[in-house]
C-alpha cells in the first residue's frame, strides 16, 4: 500500500499526533518524558521547527507546530526517530513503538490555531486526571500562564496574541477561554477536518499543493470539489430558502457559510453583510462554536450545504479520504 499523502510548504502549520503502538504507553516515567522534550528542542534547533504547544500523555502526544523551512517529515522523523531508539534502548526491546505513521492536519492557523490550543491543553482533563489541568506538568499550559520558566524552544507568542498583547490580561483571557472548555465540553475544533487531511475553509485549501513522497503533485478529487466555490449571492440565497430570511440566524449561517465554506476574504464578507472585518471573524469563530455543541445547528448547515450542492459538511459524516 502506498504511503500517505503529505503537504510540505514553508510556513506550513500542523496539528501532529502520534500513538503508541496498539495503544501501549510511548512514556513509562517522568525521565522518558523529559528525553522526548529534549528532542522537540533539538528539532527547533537543528530544522528550524517552531513548537507552539504540546501535550504528553501516557499512550501518546499532541503537538502544534509550524516548519518555516516545509521539512515537516524530517522533523517528525527526527523526534519519533530519535525517541523511539532511546526508549528501546533503554528497555532493550525492538520493533514499532508509535502506531504506523503520525497523523499531520495542516491548519489554518489564523481561524484555528488558538482553538486547537485550548483542545491540546485540556487533554489531561478529558483522560480523567482531574479540572487542576494548570498543575499537569508535561503540557505547554503552565508555561503559557507564567507559572514555569518558559524554554527557550517554546513559542507562546502567536496563541497569546489572539488574547491580546504579551502580558498579563492576555494570559488571564486566555486561561479562561481554556477553561470555558471544561465548563462547556463538547467543542472540538478536529471535526472540521477536511479529507482527513485539512483544518480550513476552501480558500485555505485550494492554495496548497498536494504532493506525495516523490514530490509530484497529485490530482485530488475532493480538492476539485472544493473550488467550485460558490458566490456570496448565492449562499445568502441558500441560507434563505433554509431559514427565511427574517429568522434569526440568518445572518450569522451566512456570515459563517460564507467564510468558512464559501472560501471568500474578510472584507468581501464585510462590504456584502456590512460589517467590520473583524466583525465578520469574530462572528464566523462564535458561530462555529455553537454549531459544534448544536445537533440542530449541524443539520441546518447540511441543508444549506445541500441547497448549495457543496459537500456535506456534516461533521457527523464520514469524512472523505484520499486514495492511497
Not at 486561561?175 to 467543542?187: A, L, T
Not at 450569522?252 to 464585510?270: M, R
Not at 443539520?299 to 441547497?307: C, P, S, V
Amino acid at each position: 500500500m502506498a504511503r500517505p499523502l503529505r503537504i510540505e510548504y514553508p510556513g506550513a502549520f500542523y496539528h501532529i499526533t502520534s500513538r503508541g503502538n496498539e495503544r501501549k504507553a510511548v512514556f513509562r516515567s517522568d525521565f522518558d518524558r523529559e528525553r522526548f522534550l529534549s528532542y522537540l528542542q533539538s528539532a527547533q534547533e537543528r530544522y528550524g521547527a517552531v513548537i507552539h504547544v504540546y501535550c504528553l500523555l501516557d499512550n501518546h502526544y499532541h503537538l502544534l507546530l509550524e516548519t518555516p523551512r516545509g521539512n515537516l517529515s524530517q522533523i517528525l522523523h527526527h523526534i519519533n526517530g530519535a525517541y523511539t531508539t532511546y526508549f528501546s534502548v533503554k528497555r532493550n526491546r525492538s520493533g514499532h513503538l508509535f502506531q504506523g505513521r503520525y497523523r499531520a492536519i495542516l491548519v489554518d492557523k489564523e481561524e484555528y490555531a488558538h482553538e486547537l490550543s485550548r483542545y491540546i491543553h485540556l487533554n489531561p482533563y478529558r483522560a480523567g486526571l482531574g479540572k487542576n489541568i494548570n498543575r499537569y506538568g508535561w503540557s505547554s499550559y503552565p508555561y503559557y500562564l507564567g507559572l514555569k520558566e518558559k524554554p527557550s524552544w517554546l513559542e507562546t507568542g502567536l496563541i497569546l496574541g489572539y488574547f491580546g498583547s504579551q502580558d498579563k490580561g492576555a494570559v488571564r483571557r486566555y486561561r479562561g477561554f481554556v477553561e470555558e472548555g471544561i465548563k462547556k465540553p463538547g467543542i472540538n475544533p478536529l471535526k472540521e477536518v477536511f479529507a482527513s487531511t485539512f483544518l480550513g475553509g476552501p480558500d485555505f485549501v485550494e492554495r496548497k499543493e498536494v504532493v506525495g513522497e516523490k514530490g509530484q503533485v497529485r490530482d485530488v478529487p475532493p480538492l476539485r470539489v472544493l473550488k467550485e466555490r460558490k458566490s456570496l449571492e448565492e449562499i445568502r440565497k441558500a441560507v434563505g430558502e433554509v431559514l427565511g430570511e427574517e429568522h434569526r440566524l440568518f445572518k450569522k449561517n451566512g456570515v459563517y457559510v460564507s467564510h468558512q465554506y464559501g472560501g471568500h476574504a474578510l472584507k468581501e464578507i464585510g462590504n456584502f453583510y456590512r460589517m467590520g472585518e473583524s466583525a465578520v471573524s469574530q462572528a464566523a469563530r462564535r458561530f462555529r462554536g455553537e454549531v459544534l455543541r448544536d445537533g440542530e445547528l449541524k443539520k441546518l448547515r447540511a441543508q444549506i450545504a445541500g441547497k448549495l450542492q457543496m459537500l456535506n459538511v456534516d461533521s457527523a459524516a464520514k469524512p472523505p479520504t484520499f486514495q492511497k
